[in-house]
């Protein structure tokens, strides 16, 4: 009996050290991948795993158009836990060569030093479009690799089966906030078929929003840069939240306290399009540019127009950005692979199929380019392709209206949003007014800016 | 010296002469015995045997937690860490800090943990006690109804929070649908500063099913023969629950008082999963501003300064279970 434990207690341990030699092996294999390579970079990312897999055959493509660099992707998971995990390894001096950033630690973390103020297009021809570039007080810290903008979206059967002609496609032509209203309100209604404001109507039992504000914090911006207003003064040293800006936000929030005609979307509740048009209940819904991607495969007919404004038509640019970090021992390697991966050209998937728009201006600009990303690419040319032609591409490209939403100057926007996102519940539920909350809560904002 | 024992409650005397009784402190003074050479083998075995728990438990939990401690009384980041520089030691700033700094606002964290714990422990002693008084009598499908009970603790707590929110969310939650067609107005249960925390303590009552469990252990060894003793004498249910069950329930009770206390003071998966510590500041517990000052974005310093005066807070309300419990704690062959 012992002599037959023995054995198996010896083949128990051959085996594992087989695994273990098998799986050193292996590992090995993995490792030798472009070890012939004279630099070697790392590109960390947070995602889904398809988008992982999506950038694994783009850095393929990279790998192979030279000899001199090879790039590894490396998932850390989703946006939320992809500045911690980034930090633990900056703690052992292991963090990637370069990669995605989350918007609210850019600048941040460029003062800090744990990211590099490196221009990766200094002295390069071709530059990307305004307002996508994160600077720290007129220095360069990091470009997003797509360019967004917010737009109205709508169900275009429920404004045919109303009767009402579709929201306006161009800045020009754009809705009052009234307007706006208006036609929300006659797109609302309660089980039995009433409108806001109809004698009978039931505001516990609303079957079909008219309107849909995405309440995202850096999207509320937006209407107070509509209402004249601004959150945060222009240099990103001081925080505004003056009255144009304090009252344009409580117009949002009345949708649903006063006018009836919007849900009860609050910024750590708001699931966006899945909770709006996506769900079928909602006629119009303010959403990035990238919403195209969530119409596809959809059998809701959907449409674009340019956004209702309050005093004057704003837009927000927005796009998360990919940067250089500062314990890579390459940094000219990594600026030169991530002009490559932020050109268009070679990341086109994500820009076909509608999440992204280009980020450089010629793509904006030369016809057969505008022609290539809106009118080639299906779920851009059903909406149809002239309507996102001229309510988002020009809108994107025009400076009077479009802004950088603050994050791209503004330090310590994610400690902001830990104190401004919970604060404003209270407003949009109407226990306060934002007034109210804004007084209560300035103190906090201002220390939280100054860090 | 040695002990002349005479019997179990017997009269000791010592070699001074002092008369002691049986189970008095004098009997717990070590005499020099000459020990085997077995026990010293034992004796030995049984450290080598403690050595990798106590390595362990030092590297991983004592070592980092007077890590922390001191951490606190610097300056030190995560950005320091990547540009090399060494901390300072600054004292009770960070204290100082974290107390008077108003985009932390501790004292209001301070407060709806402690306000969110207390609530969550008496609620989920009070349901789980009551709970396992019904499972433990006899009935068809008893075991399966245990199950029930218990399988809420058992499910990430993130699923659970995130399942609940769609329930009682304001906007096509079941629970305010079932409302409306009863003829009430929604409630904002998650959303308003009001009713956010009942809520958050009914969910933790819900997955409170291990107390259940200990309490149903705890009913099951209080001794029959009392019951059996008050059922001659003629007292009634409520008598035989507040006269026997709950006395000799008392040692559970306190277990599980402490087990909830540890648990609930935690409490961090709510703000993470739905509220982000609001409406307002009614939910930004402890836990949350610690785990945004410390992982989120690398201010160790003021995390440890914060996960200090939580340490004294948890140990101060144990302090006060422990304290307060001599007072009310029954044991078997007790005085009182």
Not at chain 1, 66 to 76: F, K, M, N, P, Y
Not at chain 1, 244 to 252: F, L, P, S, Y
């Amino acid at each position: 009996m012992k002599k037959v434990s023995k054995i198996i207690a010896l083949l128990c341990t051959a085996a594992l050290m087989f695994g273990l030699v098998a799986c050193a092996d292996s590992g090995s294999g993995s490792g030798a991948e472009g070890s012939d390579r004279e630099v070697q970079l790392t590109f960390s990312m947070w995602g889904e795993v398809a988008e992982y897999e999506s950038t694994k055959v783009a850095l393929a493509e990279f790998n192979e158009s030279q000899d001199r660099i090879w790039v590894t992707a490396l998932h850390l998971g989703s946006q939320e836990e992809y500045a911690e995990r980034l930090l633990i390894m900056s703690t052992g001096d292991d963090m990637p060569d370069t990669g995605m950033v989350d918007e609210r630690t850019a600048i941040g973390w460029a003062r800090e030093g744990l990211l590099l103020m490196y221009d990766i297009y200094a002295g390069q021809p071709s530059r990307p479009k305004d307002g996508i570039t994160f600077k720290d007080r007129g220095q360069t810290v990091a470009y997003s690799v797509a360019s967004e903008v917010l737009a109205l979206w709508f169900n275009k059967d429920m404004f045919d089966d109303a009767g009402i002609p579709h929201p306006p496609t161009r800045i020009e032509d754009a809705w009052t906030w009234d307007e706006f209203i208006e036609v929300a309100r006659q797109l609302t209604f309660d089980s039995n078929g009433n409108n806001p404001g109809d004698a009978g109507f039931d505001a516990n039992n609303i079957v079909q929003y008219g309107a849909y504000i995405n309440q995202w914090a850096w999207q509320l911006e937006v209407w107070a840069l509509s209402n004249g207003g601004r959150w945060y003064s222009e240099d990103g040293t001081a925080i505004v939240f003056d009255a144009a800006a304090i009252e344009g936000m409580q117009k949002v929030y009345d949708l649903h306290l006063v006018h009836q005609v919007a849900p009860f979307n609050p910024a750590q509740q708001d699931s966006g399009w899945h909770d709006s048009l996506g769900a079928g209940n909602v006629a119009m819904a303010s959403e990035g540019q990238w919403a195209v991607g969530f119409t596809s495969g959809s059998d809701i007919n959907y449409g674009v127009g340019v956004l209702p404004y309050m005093e004057r038509p704003a837009n927000i640019t927005a796009g998360g950005p990919v940067g250089i970090f500062s314990q890579t021992d390459h940094p000219q390697e990594a600026a030169e692979f991530l002009r490559w991966y932020s050109n268009p050209e070679n990341n086109w998937g994500p820009i076909e199929y509608g999440w992204w728009m280009p980020n450089m201006m010629n793509w904006f600009t030369e016809e057969a380019l505008l022609q290539r990303w809106i009118d080639d690419a299906p779920h851009r040319a059903r909406l149809p392709a002239s309507s996102f032609r001229t309510a988002v591409a020009d809108v994107a490209i025009n400076t009077d209206v479009t802004h950088p939403t603050g994050w791209y100057y503004t330090p310590n926007t994610d400690a902001i949003d830990r104190i401004l996102i919970p604060a404003l519940v209270e407003a949009a539920n109407g226990t306060k007014t934002v007034q109210q909350v804004i007084d209560e809560v300035r103190p906090a904002l201002v220390a939280a800016l100054a860090g | 010296m040695r002990l002349n024992l005479r019997g179990a409650l017997g009269t000791t005397t010592c070699c001074d002469g002092c008369p002691h009784n049986g189970y008095g402190m004098n009997i717990f003074r070590k005499e020099k015995k000459e020990k085997s050479i077995i026990a010293i083998k034992e004796q030995r075995a049984a450290y080598v045997f403690l050595i990798p728990a106590f390595l362990g438990l030092s590297l991983i939990t004592y070592l980092p937690l007077l890590a922390a401690l001191i951490v606190g009384f610097t300056d030190l980041t995560v950005f320091m860490l990547v540009r090399g520089e060494a901390p300072s030691f600054v004292g009770l700033e960070n204290f100082r800090f974290i107390f008077t700094n108003p985009s932390i606002n501790f004292l209001n964290s301070i407060y709806v943990t402690i306000y969110f714990a207390l609530f969550a422990i008496i609620s989920s002693v009070i349901y789980s006690m009551f709970i396992a008084v019904l499972l433990n009598r006899k009935m068809p499908g008893r075991t399966f109804l245990r199950a029930v009970f218990y399988i809420p603790y058992i499910l990430p707590s993130a699923a659970v929070m995130i399942s609940w929110f769609f329930l009682l969310r304001y906007e096509g939650g079941l629970v305010n649908y079932i409302l409306v067609n009863m003829g009430f107005d929604r409630v904002h249960f998650l959303s308003s500063a009001d009713t956010v925390i009942p809520a958050l303590v009914m969910i933790a009552v819900w997955t409170c099913g291990n107390l259940i469990v200990i309490f149903l252990a705890g009913l099951q060894n209080v001794p029959r023969v009392y019951m059996e003793a008050a059922e001659v004498d003629g007292a009634n249910f409520w008598q035989r629950f507040w006269r026997i069950t709950i006395p000799c329930m008392t040692p559970i009770i306190f277990f599980n008082m402490l087990m909830s206390l540890v648990v609930n003071l935690q409490v961090v998966v709510p703000a993470l999963a739905v509220t982000s510590g609001g409406p307002g500041q009614s939910t930004m517990f402890m836990t949350y501003l610690l785990y945004h000052f410390g992982p989120r974005t690398g201010q160790y310093a003021f995390a440890s300064a914060m996960a200090f005066v939580f340490f004294l807070i948890s140990a101060l309300l144990a302090a006060v279970i422990f304290l307060t419990s001599k007072s009310w704690i029954f044991y078997e062959g007790d005085d009182k």
